[in-house]
């Protein structure tokens, strides 16, 4: 009984914190003596990191540099949020693909669930959603790395059911994107159709940045 309490609390406080996190991100302005007030945000710097894709290759912030990313944290075994977010995802690259910018654009999928999404699960998992290889990339990598990266990197919600590692970390359903220089630049619902056009659309003001 008293480890489903603390299932429940620790779910509980993801939800919360991913609702502050979606407020957030649409109503915080840019900071003084930044961009544009028709610009996008910037919420804060992702840290250098590199994890193991669905190829067994090292991947991670030196491959994005220069690149606009969309990244979310899931698991293949997610019985709960992560199907509706890789569906959104499939969609977003999908949607993406179709634009002649696409070649400067990735995903990036991270894994709660390390010890079991080796590197050929993901790979698996990758063909099953149409992922288009070099393009959306699923990362697996030490459970400690990914909490670390998650809260302080991305500053998304992430807990853990049981004091003994082995089961997927608790997450946020949040879409994140980063631009060319790693900065965040908006939080989208991960688990809506709006939220996805939003971040398509946040994707792209951030590719035409650079233009500007």
Known sequence: MKHFLRILIV???????????????????????????????????????????????????????????????????????????TLRMGRLQKRLSQGPRWKDIQLVSFSVDPEHDTPSVLRDFAEQKHAQPGQWHFLTGARSEIWQLSTNGFKLAVGEA??????????????????????????????????INEAADAIHRALNELEE
């Open 11 to 85: 779910l509980l406080g993801i939800a919360i914190a991913g609702v502050l996190v979606y407020r957030v991100s649409h109503t915080q302005p840019a900071a003084p003596g930044g961009p544009k007030s028709d610009s996008l945000p910037v919420y804060g710097s992702i840290p250098e990191f590199s994890f193991t894709n669905q190829a067994s290759q090292a991947f991670g912030a030196a491959e994005l540099a220069g690149k606009v990313w969309a990244a979310n944290f899931i698991f293949t075994r997610c019985p709960a949020t992560c199907p509706v977010q």
């Open 162 to 195: 049981a004091p003994n590692a082995g089961s997927p970390l608790f997450h946020s359903p949040m879409l994140v994107v980063v631009d060319q220089q790693r900065r965040i630049r908006g939080y989208y619902d991960g688990m809506t159709e709006a939220g």
